[in-house]
């Protein structure tokens, strides 16, 4: 197979002491591209430099709804700065999360929407990020969405949901949650969704897939992803995984690897 991991978190803490054996790993697995995401300006630095180090691995920078109330005036300047760096792909994750609420339900909905502003002022797609706010994270895309492009990442939301996010162009991306064996709702999602709207990721540390939940996630378990979503939806997994790595490649505007158009 031939995969992208097109969400992990590689500068987490808990890959300190192997992080160049977990990147080689996935490699060997078949993990062909990876998109690092930062969450506030310190991960979105560190995911900079990681697109800098590794050729396969691309960074997005952004503030994550947990640490929008720490957003200084001066900060801004700082993340516009970092957004237009070469390796830099989206603007991400941002969004809402109103099941922890580590930061005011609306200084999340500011920062959110500073951001998407942001993304459209320097024509970069957006990562969202949306735990239990799935009413809020629609009424804003649907105000201030327009001219955007992006990804619902470790979708969470209903059918009617990904059906508004792929009317407003967005991709819909599914992480290990939808190898669990008492998720219902996510399988049935991923089988719906067009094949050239669907990505897949890791989020990793987080949400590793079945049968290792509990576990580090890492950019190698995409391919269990892919598996079960192939599953669900009858098709070979080989293609699926070529397909989201296609996909991912067109939203983010990088180039599919081995792929030359003087070819065809």
Not at 151 to 159: I, P, Q, R
Not at 247 to 257: A, D, E, S
């Amino acid at each position: 197979m031939r995969l992208f991991d097109t969400h992990a978190h590689l500068d987490d803490g808990q890959f300190r002491e192997d992080r160049d054996q977990v990147v080689q790993q996935a490699r060997t697995a078949g993990v062909e591209l990876i998109v690092n995401v930062g969450c506030d300006l310190v991960s979105s630095r560190q995911s900079i430099a990681l697109a800098t180090a590794y050729p396969f691995i691309y960074a997005a920078v952004g503030i994550h709804p947990h640490d929008a109330a720490n957003m200084g005036s001066g900060d801004w300047a700082v993340l516009a700065e970092m957004a237009g760096h070469p390796r830099v792909v989206a603007i991400g994750e941002i969004g809402l999360d109103f099941y922890r609420d580590r930061s005011p339900r609306p200084a999340q909905q500011e920062v959110f929407s500073k951001q998407l502003a942001l993304a459209r002022r320097l024509k970069k797609p957006v990562i969202i990020h949306d735990r239990d706010a799935h009413g809020e994270v629609m009424d804003i895309l649907k105000r201030q969405a327009g001219g955007l492009t992006g990804v619902l990442h470790c979708f969470s939301g209903s059918w009617e949901m990904a059906q508004f996010c792929l009317r407003l162009g967005f991709y819909i991306s599914i992480a290990g949650p939808v190898t669990y064996l008492n998720s219902r709702q996510l399988p049935e999602i991923a089988r719906k969704v067009p094949r050239d709207r669907l990505l897949i990721e890791t989020d990793c540390p987080y949400l590793t897939p079945h049968p290792w939940r509990g576990k580090r996630n890492d950019p190698s378990f995409v391919r269990l992803v892919a598996e079960k979503v192939a599953a669900v939806r009858g098709e070979d997994p080989a293609e699926l995984a070529w397909q989201t790595l296609v996909n991912g490649c067109t939203l983010f505007g990088i180039p599919v690897p081995g792929y030359d158009p003087t070819t065809i």
